[in-house]
Structure formats: structure tokens, C-alpha cells
């Protein structure tokens, strides 16, 4: 291959979610193309390179040692060209700025905000969505995201946003609730469950020493306004993040039998492109969600 020459970007955008997803399928399936196209076009890039990317055995796909140095370099080359191309489409886009942000914290924690910014920079629209699984800024039609979890967040930028205060909520006419006063007591009790944070549960009893039950047959939810709104109807106790269920504490619909909480390793996350905050409208957005975030809940 002619040193000054480059592949063609559908065959490295191919090799770069099939090796992300580490599945031609599932590649096939983001980029709405065939799985035999995906094949061909990580095939032509290979024989355009004149190195196996991948190792294949029957079905089941790995990078190899060359594969996965490519793969890290070319993820953040298409970053960096999502990056550039939206900045030009800013121009006729600038004052539109697009966020996927974590369900319930949307509903409960920023959009009962965004009047303020709104306020503040009436130029700047606010698209919101809500999302919740892994944001790849290079196919994603997004400009920021907010998700909960540890670092590191490939191929993005990240600010911490805040913490939470985890504590236990139930309704107050939920029966036996008045004889929950600490944590051991909640040894038999109706527990109920986040699907995205099964470990919850695991790690809150952990932190006090006492053996955590059997969750086997405990009801899960997929987002957190449902878990508040089961726990509220008297389905039993929930680990909630109390600063998204300060309403329902002050109305009384939900009660905090046990005073003691756990503060977890894991944070809410600002993430963009890398650079993408060179954009005005993402950099003034960033700093507002950070000064809302320091006002509201410690960091």
C-alpha cells in the first residue's frame, strides 16, 4: 500500500464497531449494512494493510496484537473527525446543542433546571433524550451525554459531575416498616432491585458487615422513577439515590427508615468528544451542569 494513500472510511468505520462490539453481527446491525458487507469491507481493509486485524475462530471474533493498536488509533481518528464534522455543521447548527442524559436524573434532577440556562443563554436549544447504555461520539448523533459509572470512558472526555447519597426508602403505611431501624433488620423483607445495579443491594450490606439476602426472587426495574414509584406504592424497601427522591421524602410518599447511608465509588459523568468543549454551546452547557451540580449535591 502506497504510504500516502488511505483506506477507504467505510472500511475503517466497519473495522472500528465491528472491533468495539468484537461481532460482524452486531456491527452489521449499528450500521444498518449486512453482516456479508462488514465482512468484506474489514477483508479489503486487511488486504489494503497486508496485516490480519482479526483472529477468527468458527463465529467468534478477536483483534489481534496489530488489530488492537490500529483499533485504539483509528477510534480516536474517527472521534476526532465526528468532532470536526459537527463543528461544521455547527455553522448552520450553533445554537442547537444535542444531550443524552441517564432517564431520571433528566426527569427529576436537570430538566426542572434548564429554564435557568435557558435563561442565561436563550441562543443555545437543548435537545434532550434519554439514554442510558455506552455513548460512541463518532456514530451517536449526540454532542454530550451524562452517564453513572467508573472511568475510564473510551474515546470521550469526561468531567465528574457528582456523587450520591444511597439510602433506603419504603412507604410509610409498608407493613413492618416502623421495626426497620438498621440494616440486619431488613433480613426477610420485601427488597426490590435496579436492573442496571443488581450489586446495589450486595454492596450496601456489605459496607455495614451483615450478610445480604437472597435476591434471587426480588422484583427488579429498569429505571429508577419506576423503582421510586414501586417502592411509594408499598412494594417493599428500595436503595435509592435519595437527592432524586427528595420530593417524595418531603411529601411524605416515601420514608428513610434507616438513617445510615453509603456514598458508592461510582459517580454521574459529564462525557463529550475529546475537544468537542472548544464548541461554545458545549463549553457554556458543561460549566452551567457543573456549577447546578456543585449547588446542589456534593461532589
Same mark, same amino acid.
Given at each position: 500500500? %502506497?504510504? =500516502? ?12 464497531? $465491528? ?26 481493509l486487511e488486504t489494503e494493510l497486508g *496485516? ?33 464534522? @459537527?463543528? #461544521?455543521? !455547527?455553522?448552520?447548527? #450553533? ?15 436537570l430538566v426542572p433546571r434548564l429554564p ?15 439514554? %442510558? ?9 449526540? %454532542? ?23 439510602? *433506603? ?5 409498608? @407493613? !413492618? ?25 450486595? /454492596? ?7 450478610? #445480604?439476602? %437472597?435476591?434471587?426472587?426480588?422484583? $427488579?426495574?429498569?429505571? +429508577?422513577?419506576?423503582?421510586? &414509584?414501586? #417502592?411509594?406504592?408499598?412494594? =417493599? ?7 432524586? *427522591?427528595?420530593? &417524595?421524602?418531603?411529601? !411524605? ?17 459529564? +462525557?463529550?468528544?475529546? =475537544? ?13 451542569? +457543573? ?7 456534593? /461532589?
Amino acid at each position: 500500500m %502506497d504510504p =500516502g494513500r488511505l483506506p477507504s472510511l467505510n472500511a475503517v468505520r466497519s473495522f472500528a464497531v $465491528a472491533g468495539r462490539l468484537l461481532s460482524f453481527t452486531a456491527a452489521a446491525h449499528e450500521l444498518n449494512v449486512t453482516q456479508g458487507a462488514v465482512s468484506r469491507m474489514v477483508q479489503s481493509l486487511e488486504t489494503e494493510l497486508g *496485516v490480519q486485524l482479526f483472529e477468527r475462530h468458527g463465529r467468534a471474533i478477536g483483534l489481534t496484537p496489530a488489530g488492537a493498536a490500529y483499533h485504539r488509533e483509528i477510534t480516536e481518528a474517527l472521534a476526532r473527525i465526528a468532532a470536526a464534522t @459537527s463543528d #461544521a455543521r !455547527g455553522f448552520e447548527r #450553533a445554537g442547537v446543542l444535542s444531550l443524552s442524559a441517564l432517564p431520571t436524573l433528566a426527569m427529576r434532577w436537570l430538566v426542572p433546571r434548564l429554564p435557568s440556562f435557558q435563561r442565561a443563554h436563550p441562543d443555545i436549544q437543548v435537545d434532550l433524550a434519554a439514554g %442510558d447504555g455506552p455513548v460512541d461520539f463518532a456514530t451517536d448523533r449526540v %454532542d454530550m451525554a451524562i452517564r453513572h459509572g467508573l472511568p475510564p470512558w473510551p474515546a470521550a472526555a469526561a468531567a465528574r459531575l457528582m456523587t450520591e447519597e444511597v439510602g *433506603v426508602v419504603c412507604a410509610p403505611h409498608l @407493613s !413492618g416498616a416502623q421495626d426497620v431501624t438498621g440494616p440486619a433488620d431488613l433480613a426477610g423483607r420485601a427488597l426490590l432491585q435496579h436492573t442496571t445495579r443488581r450489586d446495589g443491594w450486595r /454492596r450496601y450490606f456489605g459496607h455495614f458487615g451483615v450478610p #445480604a439476602p %437472597d435476591l434471587a426472587q426480588a422484583p $427488579a426495574f429498569e429505571h +429508577l422513577f419506576m423503582l421510586a &414509584e414501586a #417502592a411509594a406504592s408499598g412494594m =417493599g424497601f428500595a436503595l435509592m439515590p435519595l437527592f432524586l *427522591v427528595r420530593t &417524595e421524602l418531603a411529601a !411524605g410518599r416515601l420514608i428513610q427508615p434507616i438513617a445510615e447511608t453509603v456514598r458508592p465509588d461510582t459517580a454521574y459523568y459529564i +462525557l463529550h468528544r475529546p =475537544g468537542a468543549d472548544r464548541a461554545r454551546k458545549v463549553r457554556l452547557f458543561k460549566t452551567w451542569l +457543573l456549577r447546578q451540580a456543585a449547588e446542589a449535591v456534593p /461532589r
